[in-house]
Structures are given as C-alpha cells and as structure tokens.
C-alpha cells in the first residue's frame, strides 16, 4: 500500500514539475510517467486520465488554499485585519504554488464535475472570502447586492495581482524579491481603506 501512494504521490509531484517548467500544454500522461521514472501505463492506474489527474491537483491546490485562508480567519484582531491577511494568504499561495496555480482556474482543462471533492475544495475556499466579505461590510445601507460586488472586487483584485505577479509585467518589475513583498503590502493596504470607504 505504501508503494502504491508513493508512486501516486510521485505522479503528482512530476506532473506539477512539467507544469512548472513547459506549460500546461506540455502535460501528457506519458511525459509525466517518464519523468516520474515509472511505465507509461502507471500514471492510468492511478488515475484513468489525464483529466482525472488534473482534477487531483486541482482539488489539492483548493484545499491548501483553503486551509491558508482559514487561518487567516481565525487570527485575532478586527475583521479588517483578517480579511487583509487572508487577501495576503492568496497571494503568497499563488507565488509558492505556481503550477497548482496556473490550472485552479482552467475549467477546460478537466472537466471537474466527474471529481465532486475538487468542486468542493473550491467551494470552501470562496465561502471563507464570503463570510470575510459580510463581516467587514455587512450594515444598514450595504445589502446582498452590494456584498456580492465587494467580494467580486475583492477577489478580483488578489487573483489579478496574484496573475500578474506570475506571469505579467508585475512579476518582472517587481525585483528583487523586497520589491515584491513592498507592492503586495501597498496594493492589499490601498484596496482595503478604498474598499472601507464604500460602506
């Protein structure tokens, strides 16, 4: 049985390599069992298919999203402070997970309504910026409609800056890795007293 996970463990691990490296074009099941050192029919026992595999990984990345935001939410202080740490916790998963990352996102890549645990996992983690969202601006004059678009905004706005310290222009002014750290705290603390105003 160990075996048997760590050869799945290690299927995974390639395949978010290859991802890394070449792409998500380049990801092949066949590609990924040579790396992984095992026969090109190993990667199908463990998950059927490419599309399969990918929903793991995507499952898997949602999940540590997951759990970094809700330790975010758990942190003592204002609601302000945590739904500012948890837009940080966005932010520093996408950089250190960058693969994982890049497919979160990609519905056309698999089809992830054959994979309920990875829909799920996705779930979990909106739901924790919603109630974020509703702590922070939730009153008199700020009903459902105006919650839905601040949470929109919000998301948008991690995810776009997550994006593009990826893989636009961002991440390659944003050098060294102080100026990176110094961006993501100017951004996150500007959108949260533009945003605190709008109640």
Partial sequence: MRRVTE??????????????EQGV???SLREV???AGVSHQ?????????????????????????EM???????????????RLAARAYVDFALANPAAFRIMFRPELADLSACPSAGAAGSRAYSVLVRLVDE?????RVGPDRL????????????????????????K????????EALIDRTLDLFSRTAGRQR
């Fill in 7 to 20: 050869l799945r463990e290690q299927v995974l691990a390639s395949s978010l390599a290859l991802i890394e």
């Fill in 25 to 27: 074009a380049a990801l």
């Fill in 148 to 171: 839905e678009a601040i949470t929109t905004m919000h998301w948008s706005m991690v995810h776009g800056l997550s994006t593009l310290l990826l893989d636009g222009s961002l991440g």
């Fill in 42 to 66: 190993a990667p199908y026992h463990h998950f059927g298919s490419k599309d399969a595999l990918v929903a793991e990984l995507v499952g898997r990345g949602f999940t540590r999203l997951s």
């Fill in 69 to 83: 935001l809700e330790s975010a939410e758990r942190t003592r202080g204002t609601p302000a402070r945590r739904l």
């Fill in 136 to 140: 922070n601006f939730r009153g008199p």
């Fill in 33 to 35: 069992a040579r790396r």
């Fill in 173 to 180: 002014r944003a050098r060294p890795a102080r100026d990176t």
